[in-house]
């Protein structure tokens, strides 16, 4: 295997960028910063391009020839890894497309409107993976899903599941055109429990905890939805609230009301 021993080397100067939005957008790569994440983004055919690990760590199994790997002292591992305390590999890997597509296949869907937290949006890819979620939906204005932040919050899910990016008119045209209606976490006149929709086919939007869902959102909402908690509670974070929703959806599913 390849040895790399200089902080400057074209491959790790462009790992270190990679922690950067916009230079992953310019290069359509994003990076793995564990052995956790790497195994599951190749065990889920993710296409990784380049494989650094520290001196004396193994490569995982089923890298394909064509990945360039290297190895590095762990000083070097230090400087580019994104993380206080490198894992002793990173991974770029190419970006998939996260365009909306032009039909909408599944049952279930979470939507999430402008969610910045990449802890947040890791953790609702996440936990709409554990619970059969067809699929993630982020718009305008929420945290890169493929942000080192957003990928170690998901635990892997984000390889698994399939997270895509548009804004509210085409979401709103999709939904239209797979039959299913769109579901606002919010508090208006028909506001209705939660457990009291029918959830087996539908998408729910959920917003920011301080922001809660746009006005634009709330217009293409069918209907709006509460989570029923005590008076002394305010809100919920989205993370939680999107879990929430996700497991009546789950349960509505294996409720036998699901019509397949």
């Given at each position: 295997?390849?040895?790399?021993?200089?902080?400057?080397?074209?491959?790790?100067?462009?790992?270190?960028?990679?922690?950067s939005?916009a230079?992953?957008?310019?290069?359509?790569?994003?990076?793995?910063?564990?052995?956790?994440?790497?195994?599951?983004?190749?065990?889920?055919?993710?296409?990784?391009?380049?494989?650094?690990?520290?001196?004396g760590?193994?490569?995982p199994?089923?890298?394909?020839?064509?990945?360039?790997c290297?190895a590095?002292?762990p000083?070097?591992?230090?400087?580019?890894?994104?993380?206080?305390?490198p894992q002793?590999?990173?991974?770029?890997?190419?970006?998939?497309?996260?365009?909306?597509?032009?039909?909408?296949?599944?049952?279930?869907?979470?939507?999430?409107?402008?969610?910045?937290?990449?802890?947040?949006?890791g953790?609702?890819?996440?936990?709409?993976?554990?619970?059969?979620?067809?699929?993630?939906?982020?718009?305008?204005?929420?945290?890169?899903?493929?942000?080192?932040?957003?990928?170690?919050?998901?635990?892997?899910?984000?390889?698994r599941?399939?997270v895509?990016?548009?804004?509210?008119?085409?979401?709103?045209?999709?939904?239209?055109?797979?039959g299913?209606?769109?579901?606002?976490?919010?508090?208006?006149?028909?506001?209705?429990?939660?457990?009291?929709?029918?959830?087996?086919?539908?998408?729910?939007?959920?917003?920011?905890?301080?922001?809660?869902?746009s006005?634009?959102?709330?217009?293409?909402?069918?209907?709006?939805?509460?989570?029923?908690?005590?008076?002394?509670?305010?809100?919920?974070?989205?993370?939680?609230?999107?879990?929430?929703?996700?497991?009546?959806m789950?349960?509505?599913?294996?409720?036998?009301?699901?019509?397949?």
């Open positions: 295997m390849e040895r790399i021993t200089s902080r400057k080397n074209p491959l790790l100067e462009h790992m270190r960028r990679l922690d939005a230079y992953r957008r310019e290069r359509g790569e994003f990076l793995c910063d564990s052995p956790k994440l790497v195994e599951e983004a190749l065990r889920h055919g993710a296409q990784v391009v380049s494989l650094a690990v520290s001196d760590v193994a490569l199994e089923g890298v394909d020839a064509s990945v360039r290297v590095v002292p000083d070097v591992m230090a400087s580019i890894s994104p993380v206080r305390t002793g590999m990173l991974a770029a890997c190419r970006m998939p497309d996260t365009a909306l597509p032009e039909k909408l296949t599944g049952q279930r869907y979470v939507v999430l409107d402008g969610v910045q937290d990449p802890g947040n949006v953790t609702v890819i996440r936990t709409a993976d554990a619970f059969g979620c067809d699929g993630v939906i982020l718009l305008t204005g929420c945290a890169d899903p493929y942000s080192v932040k957003t990928l170690r919050s998901s635990m892997g899910a984000v390889f599941l399939p895509w990016c548009t804004d509210a008119e085409t979401l709103h045209v999709r939904l239209r055109d797979a299913l209606p769109l579901y606002g976490a919010a508090l208006r006149d028909d506001t209705a429990d939660v457990r009291a929709l029918p959830l087996h086919r539908c998408a729910i939007a959920i917003g920011s905890e301080g922001r809660g869902l006005a634009e959102i709330l217009s293409k909402c069918e209907k709006t939805i509460k989570i029923p908690m005590s008076p002394r509670c305010e809100s919920l974070n989205a993370a939680v609230a999107a879990s929430v929703v996700l497991w009546e789950y349960r509505d599913r294996c409720s036998g009301t699901e019509e397949e």
